[in-house]
């Protein structure tokens, strides 16, 4: 917009000696001038040793259906340090296995879902500085496009 000037600020909270009780959650407040203000509210999560919590998020058994865009196998995931993240189809990394499969975090994107993407899917999550290893095993089923019934 022509005359219009924007000022980008920056902020940084330090907090040199971090202890459990500075969790909590902070706003930032800023004004300039009479009428220009800005909030912005943050979380702060103190952890005081290295953890991994994994499950799943909707059950171990779940479904897609063939032709799907994608497919999103995402489990809750919390963790600190940020730990590394593999998946296995059927026992083999997934995403060598077929160029349809990305990792994304610590979800699995199937892209284009189609039924060899039926089975076992296992996410293995891992923190080897601290020793600390967690495994998930979820079951993908995967439904025909055509849904007819059984001839007696």
Partial sequence: MKGRTEILF????TLPVLQRSDRGRYT?????????KW?????VH??????????????????ANVG???YHLDPELQAFPAPQVIWLKDGMVAAERC??????????????VAEEDAGRYTVL???K??????????????NGRNCSSIAH
């Fill in 125 to 127: 999550v891992r923190n």
């Fill in 129 to 142: 500085a601290y020793g600390l290893y967690r495994n998930l095993t979820l079951t993908l089923v995967v």
């Fill in 10 to 13: 920056y902020s940084v909270l």
């Fill in 39 to 43: 909030v912005s509210k943050v979380n």
């Fill in 28 to 36: 930032c407040r800023v004004t300039s001038g009479p009428k220009a």
């Fill in 46 to 63: 103190v952890y005081d040793r290295p953890f991994i919590r994994l499950r799943a998020r909707n059950g171990s058994v779940l479904e």
């Fill in 68 to 70: 799907q865009k994608s």
């Fill in 99 to 112: 160029s349809r499969y990305r990792v994304n975090e610590s979800s699995l994107v199937i892209r284009d």
